[in-house]
């Protein structure tokens, strides 16, 4: 029976996990402060003029921010070209066309053809980041579409300075420009500020910086896809597009801002309080290809005052996160079990600066792992051990008391004897289960660090295994995999299980080896890791505790407990005990 409880808890926990990591994501919970869209109209004319879907027509004026501006230009350049600005982490590239962010890329991240990971999307119809958008759409054209005269950065690379770049437009019409941009020679954190005026009369546009973020070569990692993030109030909210179908703009007060995907994230941090608005663009696959199409978000950001705006585009790094701001690294989604993930993680990467190989670390980090826990799963086996062993006593007083009703106060006696033969022979029901249980978030947190570090994407093993982060392309380690779970489960004591069960539990390992399939190889590699070491644990705890010994049913000359159980009637009332007399 209690063997029963545990496969029923341990199936509806792998249930809802699996369902919750496949399928689920959590809606956005009320944000105080924040202004909702007063109308389904307005929230998808929001969403539009915030970024300008694929399906949905250019933004009035910013479209339109190839043409160049009607009026004369006072002070501008006259060709237009491009100002490289190299960092120690990153390659930024700007156009003095509308003074805009034309690539922003990571060097120390690389993307599947092993170049620098680019953050920016090249889309048609969709604005570059710092595209401004005025209320005019004639103000909006000449701010996007002007040549910016350019000052500092004499040098396209950047060693030990910050880099400060400003951008200045003038024309007849009276419209004055200055975008101001500060780099930190060793930061994915920079600084962006706007005067705009008008007739000299200041304005304030709205900063928009188009789709993002995920590169066409993720798609292969199954990472997911990019979504909304708002940080208020000490708790991260992650907008999906259908969460933006609902509300698409938000008012407040915001610790950081922005989108991010599994690895990366582009986001206005430790900002004055603005409005933030978010919109869904779907990028189709090219023509012949078989993919599937990129869902993207875009967003842009209304500042209610003219301070500069930091913003942070780069790697969702647990440890640079930390080392800018203990709640910026909470953007880095581990799930329910962070509290364990964290440590893990830490310990994942020391033990890889020793071994030089993270496919080598997770096997050595599951041995620890499995070190610290074998008090408690050779507890476990042992309990069921036992458990096993008194099946037969179990049964026969099941047996004798099986025709009772539930309602029956006589039916109160099989638990009595129940506790009476557990207390006999030592057995605790609940040992067998707590200790397993015990060691489930462990597994589920190993399963959430190793599907979302960053440190993994790209990372080899060995032979086949190029990508720690990507699925076993031969599917080898899933089905080793699944070998080892059968033969875990074979090995495990079978205690009290009817053979429906017995064949549900068998069905397990291909539920999960079909599961895997897809998973990235990292996290394949150390449920078999793990699976090959509970199995070592299996056999060294077998021979410890020496073959099972099983206790004889109910009879005449039985223990104590087994005369108990006969004076009760052989399952019968004590009146029709009375009435057979």
């Given amino acids: ?10 199936l509806a926990f792998i249930v809802l ?24 109209p307005a929230v998808a004319a929001s969403a539009a003029s915030a970024a300008g879907g694929m399906s949905q027509p250019e933004t009035p004026g910013v479209g339109a921010a190839s043409s160049a501006p009607l009026a004369a230009a006072l002070v501008a350049d006259t060709v237009e070209h491009d100002v490289r600005v190299e960092t120690r982490d990153v390659i930024a590239v700007f156009t003095n066309k509308g003074a805009r962010l034309k690539s922003w890329r990571l060097k120390r991240y690389l993307d599947q053809q092993k170049q620098p990971q680019e953050l920016i999307e090249h889309l048609p119809s969709q604005p570059l980041p710092f ?15 002007g040549l910016y005269t350019v000052t500092g950065v004499p040098a396209s690379t950047v060693d030990s300075a ?11 019409a009276g419209i004055h420009a200055i975008k101001e941009f500060h780099l930190e020679p060793s930061s994915y954190i920079f600084s962006f500020r706007a005067t705009v005026t008008e007739n000299d009369t200041p304005i304030m546009p709205a900063i928009l910086w188009g789709p993002g973020i995920g590169d066409i070569t993720e798609i292969s990692r199954g990472v997911k896809k990019a979504e909304g993030i708002l940080f208020q109030g000490g708790k ?11 509300q698409a703009s938000y008012d407040g007060d915001f610790h950081y801002t922005g989108v991010d995907d599994n690895y990366f994230m582009v986001a206005a941090v430790f900002p004055e309080p603005l409005k933030v608005s978010f919109a ?70 020391w033990v890889n600066s020793y071994v030089g190989n993270y496919g080598w670390a997770i096997i050595l980090l599951t041995f620890f792992i499995n070190v610290i826990l074998f008090p408690l799963r050779h507890k476990s086996v042992v309990s069921m051990r036992k458990m096993q062993e008194i099946q037969p006593q179990v049964k026969a007083i ?7 009703k539930a309602t029956d106060p006589d039916k109160q006696k099989m638990n009595t004897e129940m506790m009476a033969l557990y207390k006999e022979k030592g057995v605790n029901p609940a040992s067998g289960c707590v200790p397993m249980l015990l060691t489930m978030p462990f597994i589920f947190a190993f399963y959430a660090l190793l599907s979302t570090a960053i440190e993994l994407r790209g990372a080899p093993f060995i032979l086949w295994i190029h990508d720690l982060s ?4 031969y599917f080898v380690t899933p089905v080793l995999m699944g070998v080892s779970q059968v033969w875990q489960q074979r090995l495990a004591p079978a205690a009290g299980m009817d053979p429906i069960q017995q064949k549900m539990t068998m069905l397990m390992p291909i539920f999960f080896t079909f599961l895997f399939l897809w998973y990235p190889s990292g996290v394949a590699l150390y449920w078999l890791i793990n699976n090959v070491f509970a199995i070592g644990q299996q056999y060294a705890t077998n021979y410890m505790i020496g073959p099972p010994k099983i206790a004889a049913a109910a009879g005449a000359g039985g223990s104590a407990s087994e005369r108990r159980m006969k004076r009760v009637g052989g399952g019968k009332t004590d009146a029709a005990a009375r009435e057979n007399q």
């Fill in 1 to 10: 029976m209690e063997r029963r409880v545990l496969l029923a808890i341990f």
């Fill in 17 to 40: 996990y699996t369902w919750q990591a496949l399928f689920v994501k959590p809606a956005p919970k009320p944000i105080a402060g924040t202004t909702a869209s007063s109308s389904a």
């Fill in 131 to 145: 595209t401004l958008r005025a209320a005019n759409d004639t103000t909006t054209a000449t701010l996007n579409g």
């Fill in 162 to 172: 910050p880099a400060d770049l400003r951008f200045e437009y003038r024309d007849s």
């Fill in 236 to 246: 991260v909210v992650r907008l999906a597009p259908k969460d933006i179908a609902k």
């Fill in 280 to 349: 869904p663009v779907s990028v189709p696959p090219p023509d012949g290809s078989k993919d599937a199409a990129r869902d993207l978000t875009a967003f842009s950001l209304e500042p209610h005052t003219g301070a500069p705006l930091k913003f942070f585009a780069g790697p969702k790094d647990f440890d640079v996160l930390s080392a800018i701001d203990r709640d910026l690294a909470r953007a880095i989604d581990f799930g329910m079990f962070t509290v364990i993930v964290v440590p893990l993680l830490r310990s994942l990467k």
């Fill in 398 to 404: 099941q047996e004798r008391y099986k025709n009772l």
């Fill in 470 to 473: 990507a699925h076993d392309p």
